[in-house]
């Protein structure tokens, strides 16, 4: 069972920047970790995601804005996130995967097992 926890959520005026952090108890089986975001009324998206390889992708909305890495060595996974706009109002969710049977998301070719308990990002106009 691997745990994941996001911290760096906040509030910021439109056109600033924040960086999201998921640290993960254990990255041993962890083959891709992503970023999702849900706003208010709308459905979970897949936002980022990063796999061992360190191959990235985005969702079209952020290409160009947010930036998805990580540090082995910290198990921690970070989103960074420029130019932000009031549509990226969301609560953010870190996830990873092992291959586990349990899949709780897809995005980007990858599927996901286990979710963090989600960062609140709030930008106003």
């Known amino acids: 069972q691997v745990q994941l926890v996001e911290s760096g959520g906040g509030s910021v005026q439109s056109g600033g920047s924040l960086r999201l952090s998921c640290v993960a108890s254990?990255?041993?089986?962890?083959?891709?970790m992503g970023w999702f975001r849900q706003a208010p009324g709308k459905e979970r998206e897949g936002v980022a995601t990063?796999?061992?390889?360190?191959?990235?992708s985005y969702a079209d909305s952020v290409k160009g804005r947010f930036t998805i890495s990580q540090d082995n060595a910290k198990n921690t996974l970070y989103l960074q996130m420029n130019s932000l706009k009031p549509e990226d109002t969301a609560m953010y969710y870190c996830?990873?995967?092992?291959?586990?049977?349990?899949?709780?998301?897809?995005?980007?070719?990858?599927?996901?097992?286990?979710w963090g308990q989600g960062t609140q990002v709030t930008v106003s106009s």
């Open positions: 996830a990873a995967g092992d291959y586990g049977s349990k899949v709780v998301a897809s995005f980007g070719g990858y599927e996901y097992n286990y």
């Open positions: 254990d990255t041993y089986d962890i083959y891709c």
């Open positions: 990063i796999d061992s390889d360190g191959y990235t």
